[in-house]
């Protein structure tokens, strides 16, 4: 509990330096910056204290509206740059950048991606986003749904982004992946946790359950990428 506690405020810490950052390059004075952000996106002067000060982050709408009011990347101001500490081995980029392209399939598509000799015909696939991730062959995106992955403070993924998945990285405690559990349909994007010897699914939002998992599961890979990608 005290590792993610520390953690949490390290995350808040960071999103509190990146906003200082944006809005002195927008031209925002420090005097009465709180009260010009909560005029402009609509929220309270104390609630853009807080987030100035690292004691909060803001949710998604008020996220996007800071981003398109100081004009700036949003997985850049929510997210920052890749780093070592980030959680689960994930590497984020901001705006797109030159490298490898993999395609972006449905959820129902990566519960049988790898079992087949070849799953689907790349070439009928029309949108393939970028990464500069080094990811094998065989990886693939997911567009991000539901709210199961947003959590209300600290690191989240919520509803629209998309991941990056590596069949070939193996999974550990504490790693982002893509499972598939048995007589369901779709895939579940979700947090692996091993505890005790025991193996669970865990949602980043709280609202949602642990999920045992027991010879029941089969693992389709690791996120080894995250962004936002403003795509059909």
Request: glycine residues 8%; charged residues 25%.
């Amino acid at each position: 509990m005290i590792e993610l506690m520390v953690h949490d405020e390290k995350l808040r810490d960071d999103f509190a330096r990146r906003l200082a950052q944006a809005c002195k390059e927008f031209g925002l004075e420090e005097h009465g910056r709180g009260v010009k952000l909560a005029k402009a996106i609509g929220v309270t002067p104390k609630a853009v204290s807080k987030w100035l000060t690292g004691e909060a982050m803001p949710r998604r709408e008020p996220m996007e509206a800071l981003a398109k009011y100081l004009r700036v990347d949003l997985a850049w101001l929510q997210l920052g740059k890749p780093s070592n500490s980030e959680p689960a081995n994930v590497s984020y980029i901001g705006k797109h950048k030159t490298g490898n392209s993999f395609p972006l399939i449905s959820w129902v598509s990566a519960g049988c991606w790898l079992e087949a000799v070849e799953p689907y015909r790349k070439d009928e696939i029309e949108i393939w986003p970028e990464t500069t991730v080094d990811a094998s062959p065989g990886s693939f995106w997911l567009r991000v749904k539901g709210d199961s992955m947003t959590s209300p403070i600290g690191f989240t993924v919520p509803e629209g982004m998309i991941i990056l998945v590596d069949p070939e990285k193996e999974a550990s405690n504490g790693n982002l992946v893509v499972a598939k559990l048995e007589n369901e349909n779709e895939a579940t994007f979700k947090k692996f946790i091993i505890d005790a010897g025991q193996k669970y699914l865990k949602a980043l939002n709280p609202q949602y359950p642990l999920t045992p998992i027991n010879g029941n599961c089969k693992i389709l890979g690791k996120v080894v990428d995250i962004k936002w990608e403003f795509i059909p």
